[in-house]
């Protein structure tokens, strides 16, 4: 009964328009009332205790050093050095997108940020030598839900952070070699797709461009590798990792490429301020939403549903992907983290999943949320920094949707492809 009141208190102010946020603390104040527990403390204090917590310092950090790369120059210099990787093949500014991604990923770990960026570089560009708008923003979008996946991610650590138990350097780990998987995936149907549209467009650098262009990228290519060789080999923690990042793009770009100045720094500690605070608000009311659905015992009940599948993990897991994938058709995939983690994981331990390959599926299933209508975010980020309608991004990213979904149900299938990579790169072998 309380799971039903709380999924349908939690659609019924979401059609009604209600800002997320306040959603989340309309639905606390349901359970509150539905369990007799009227304490007008209770939902400040729960929120405060979500807020603070060590780990979720991460974030702010990974979001100012996103911000500042953003504005700084590494977002043209990424898209440059990808051009020249693959600039020489037919149809080399969709290749370059993917390769874009897969490399700003790395830095940035944000979805939306990573679509804004590189969309705002790159589809220009497409347009110039003829690509359909589309497509174009369809070959960027699908790029982004790497952001999600490839750390330092920060749906990650908000996994790390809710989820007791979970180390944020193995969910970091688990998300390397799957999100570098997805983008090849993505080139293969940009290979078929450049044939099928007739693109024949290609880019040539010169020697001496190349040179130059690779002494330019080559500290923002650094930053991911010292981060993850740093938080991998134990120099620092992902929250250290995280001041790290801040630290070094604000090197980079201000004494380095020199394309911030003191003025547009704090502009961009402004953007990133304001960014933090609402990804905050709604960790902090999810906190509180999350306090009532224990206290109901949610948890248990949505166990006793599933059962009788607990002896059959791979059904198990077809199942709640389902479910995770109409769920995020219509919400963000920051809120459904932190709604959700708690109510799946006790069932994937009891069933004896591995935890982090469950985290895995779990952040990747939501992220390609973020690409699914209505409510897909990057698909609005796109068609506002490109200019594109609507019906024709969805319309070309199907291809995309339907590769991202298959990787899914691939990892799903075969776990050692995630789970195998995870422990060699925590040296276990």
């Known amino acids: 009964m309380e799971l039903l009141i709380f999924l349908g208190s939690l659609f019924f102010f979401m059609l009604l328009g209600v800002p997320l946020a306040l959603v989340l603390v309309l639905c606390a104040i349901v359970l ?27 974030i702010p950090f990974f979001v100012f050093a996103g911000e500042i790369m ?53 589809l220009p ?21 790497l952001g999600p996946i490839i750390p330092p991610s920060t749906n990650f650590i908000l996994l790390g952070a809710t989820i007791s138990g979970l180390s944020i350097t193995k969910l970091f780990m688990i998300g390397l070699m799957p999100g570098i998987m997805i983008g090849l995936a993505l080139c293969i149907v940009w290979f078929f797709i450049v044939r099928h549209d007739g693109y024949n467009e290609t880019i040539k650098f010169s020697a001496r461009e190349a040179v130059r262009i690779v002494i330019d990228c080559t500290p923002a290519f650094l930053m991911p590798v010292l981060l993850l060789g740093g938080i991998r080999f134990g120099f620092f923690t992902p929250t250290e990792g995280g001041a790290f990042a801040a630290v070094y793009a604000i090197l980079v770009c201000v004494f380095y490429y020199r394309e911030l100045n003191l003025r547009e720094l704090l502009r961009v500690s402004a953007r990133a301020a304001r960014t933090t605070s609402v990804v905050m608000l709604i960790v902090a009311t ?10 109901a015992r949610i948890p248990d009940q949505v166990t006793q549903l599933f059962t009788p599948l607990i002896d059959k993990p791979i059904l198990l897991l077809l199942c709640i992907n389902v ?28 069933a004896g999943i591995n935890e982090y390959y469950f985290g895995l599926l779990f952040i990747l299933n939501l992220g390609i949320g973020v690409i699914t209508p209505p409510v897909g975010t990057v698909l609005y980020v796109v068609c506002s920094v490109g200019n594109i309608k609507f019906t024709d991004l969805v319309v070309k990213l199907i291809p995309f949707l339907l590769v991202e979904i298959g990787m899914l149900f691939l990892l799903l299938f075969f776990p050692k492809l995630s789970i195998v990579p995870m422990n060699w790169l925590m040296g276990g072998g």
């Open 32 to 58: 509150m009332w539905h369990s007799g527990m009227w304490d007008a403390m209770i939902i400040p204090g729960s929120m405060l205790d979500g807020a603070n917590n060590y780990p979720l310092m991460a």
């Open 125 to 145: 560009m497409m347009r110039e030598v003829g690509y359909h708008p589309g497509r174009a923003g369809a070959v960027v979008a699908s790029g982004a839900i």
């Open 323 to 350: 479910f995770l994938f109409l769920i995020g058709m219509v919400m963000d995939l920051t809120p459904n983290v932190l709604i959700f983690a708690p109510v799946f994981y006790p069932l994937i331990q009891q």
């Open 286 to 295: 999810a906190t509180a939403v999350g306090w009532f659905i224990t206290i």
């Open 70 to 122: 953003a504005a700084g120059g590494l977002s043209k210099r990424v898209v440059q050095l990808a051009q020249l990787i693959i600039g020489r093949v037919r149809g080399g500014l969709g290749y370059a997108a993917v390769i874009a991604s897969i490399i700003f990923a790395g830095l940035m770990g944000s979805s939306v940020g990573e679509a804004a960026a590189l969309g705002g570089l790159l």
